[in-house]
């Protein structure tokens, strides 16, 4: 692991501690999921839950594995509060905020 990762880890625990307003051991839990969850959609196609904005809960199988070509522009800058990931049912970008992340299985 990266020094970067680790950096990476702690800002979204952070983030997760100060949005949802639990304690800093849960955030940090649910920030090292994250954190398994994008590496795991690095090597292949993983299947995920997360809360939508309106409160209902998206079921979606994302990948971040050979997605580089279909890349559109710049993108935003990775700022620790969303994943981005891209979703092959849809077949486009999709991202949610990390406090909103519930399960990959």
Not at 16 to 23: C, F, M, N, S, Y
Not at 27 to 46: C, H
Not at 61 to 86: C, F, M, Q, S
């Amino acid at each position: 692991m990266k020094r970067t990762d680790l950096s990476t880890i702690m800002r979204r625990a952070w983030q997760i501690a100060r949005t949802t307003g639990k304690a800093f051991a849960v955030a940090l839990s649910k920030s090292w999921q994250l954190y398994r969850l994008t590496k795991q959609m690095r090597a292949g196609i993983v299947k995920f839950a997360y809360e939508k904005a309106d409160g209902t809960l998206l079921k979606a199988i994302g990948t971040l594995k050979e997605v580089a070509t279909l890349v559109k522009g710049t993108g935003r800058p990775d700022d620790g509060r969303t994943v981005r990931y891209y979703d092959v049912e849809a077949d486009d970008w999709r991202s949610f905020k990390v406090e909103n992340f519930v399960t990959a299985y």
